[in-house]
């Protein structure tokens, strides 16, 4: 049984930063790639960044050059280090596990995801 888990969530003002983990427990597989989404309240689930098994990544144009994703894959642990935050950066944020080892950018494409952790940015 897969299982992910988010922390680092919390009350920040604009401008601050927050440093998101996620850590993986269960995989049977070799290789997976991981991501990070948030949603806000009416809004539909978006993607932030994604990390592939070799660690390239990519981002969502709205934090890209603020925020940034790293792995430890000995350690199965995922960060999502955010800077110069923003009030429309208020979501709950989720990771996701691909069992494909390429950079997956579509919610789709991620079988296991954790339960969220929520970011509040006030102004």
């Known amino acids: 049984q897969v299982h992910l888990m988010e922390s680092g969530g919390g009350l920040v003002q604009t401008g601050g930063s927050l440093r998101l983990s996620c850590s993986v427990s269960?995989?049977?597989?070799?290789?997976?790639?991981l991501g990070w989404f948030r949603q806000a309240p009416g809004t539909e689930r978006e993607l932030v960044g994604a990390i592939s098994w070799s660690g390239n990544t990519d981002y969502a144009e709205s934090v890209r050059g603020r925020l940034t994703i790293s792995r430890d894959r000995p350690r199965h642990t995922m960060w999502l280090q955010m800077n110069s935050l923003k009030p429309e950066d208020t979501a709950i944020y989720y990771c996701?596990?691909?069992?494909?080892?390429?950079?997956?950018?579509?919610?789709?494409?991620?079988?296991?995801w954790g339960q969220g952790t929520q970011v509040t940015i006030s102004t």
């Open positions: 996701a596990l691909s069992q494909s080892a390429s950079l997956r950018t579509t919610a789709s494409s991620y079988t296991y």
């Open positions: 269960g995989p049977t597989f070799s290789t997976y790639s």
